[in-house]
């Protein structure tokens, strides 16, 4: 099944031609599948001169009397603030991983631009963005339009195990340097980007944690969890040791405070079977029938909507989309029918912690204003050829603010 599966992703890498030079256009995460984690290794104890992972104090039982709002919250199922169901607002977190080209940004204009929520707010999407072959104006399009842009990895190298056995310092270089990357090139503020998801979904134990600790990035959107699907996980904090199961070790076993876990709350194929990404179930409706894919939507949604109300997360690559026109049908049917739900808002992934760190009830929060963002110029400029320091290949790529001397890489992340 997994080597089919592989098979198809690579069907499926799209190439175009820009400014003559041919380049795959869509590089998507192979799935969760139980093989993944058996083959994954756990991380060796990594020592760097600045930081060692053995001297971090072991996450402890949680304290609910001393990990307290808005700072601090225990892994739970718990709806924040002891809020009861009715009263708490359903969020639906739509979110899209790595590169945003010239092709995908079409599905996102068709499909996104100028929803809205029932409370006539824009509703939201998160774009975790991967560096390689990302247009950074379409990225200052999607910002401008206000859906929220994180963090996918500079690299997205494979394998998995180059994430599961990442260092402080790599993840520093993968992510820490793409947030000013980003910032950079698409001419957005860097206090924009807050959330980070590891490629793979492989998380990396302490070390991403760390480095969002210290540079403040606010929250990981990479650890799918299955034992908390019904009911589903709240995001919550690492102070205290987490109850999620670790489907990708290594997971993060220290007390480190700041940074929230958003937990990928599994959705449950037609089997049965946990997938962590809409487009990484196994058994799912035959993917030319547009009425099955929309109940099979609704039913994972409905799990969240009639339980604890935890965020439903709908995780997918464009690419899926484009390929099986009647699963993004039934996607557009599915966010038509939440639109019109009172109780009920797609938003970006932020909003949710911004709730969760004060929750209030959903008739408050219908009432609140708009999110608000200012929008940033964009001077597009066509950059190129760039020379590849890190694989001798030749580039083109999109900026906002000025063209970098190199293909930016880790290690030379605005590529000077
Ligand atoms: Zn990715």
Known sequence: MRSVVLFSYLLLGLTITVHGQSVI???????????????????????????????????????????????????????????????TPQFVTITFDDAVNVRNVMTYRSILYGRKNSNSCPAGATF?????????????????????????????????????????????????????????????????????????????????????????????????????????????????????????????????????????????????FPCAMADSCHFTPDLNDENAWYQ???????RHYLGNRAPFGFHIHEWYLSSNPAVKAAFVRFMNLISNLPDVFMVNSSEVLDWVKNPIPVDEYKAKPCREWSRTICSSRPCGPLYGEHNWMIYYMSACTVCPRVYPWTGNHLGR
């Open 296 to 302: 099979f939507i609704v039913s994972n949604f409905e």
């Open 128 to 272: 975790y963005v991967s560096h390689e072959y990302t247009d950074y104006t379409l990225v200052n399009e999607l910002y401008n339009q206000g859906y929220e842009i994180a963090l996918n990895s500079i690299s997205h190298r494979t394998p998995p195990d180059y994430w599961a056995t990442a260092s402080y310092d790599v993840i520093k270089e993968e992510i820490a340097d793409q947030r000013i990357q980003i910032s950079h090139f698409a001419n957005i503020s860097i206090e924009s980007i807050k959330g980070v998801r590891l490629p793979f979904l492989q998380l990396a134990g302490n070390s991403s944690f760390q480095v969002m600790a210290d540079y403040d990035l606010d929250y990981d959107s990479s650890w799918p969890t299955s034992a908390f699907r019904e009911p589903g996980l709240w995001p919550y904090t690492l102070d205290y040791a987490s109850i999620q199961d670790c489907m990708m070790p290594p997971c993060p076993t220290a007390s480190i405070p700041k940074p929230w876990i958003q937990p990928l709350v599994s959705w449950t194929d037609l089997n049965g």
């Open 25 to 87: 256009v869509s590089s998507p995460d192979p799935l969760f599948t139980p093989e993944s984690v058996t083959t994954t290794t756990q991380a060796p104890i990594q020592t760097t001169p600045e930081r060692d992972p053995n001297e971090l104090p072991l996450g402890e039982e949680c304290n609910e009397e001393l990990c307290k709002l808005p700072n601090c919250r225990c892994s739970s199922t718990d709806i924040p603030g002891g809020l009861l169901p009715r009263n």
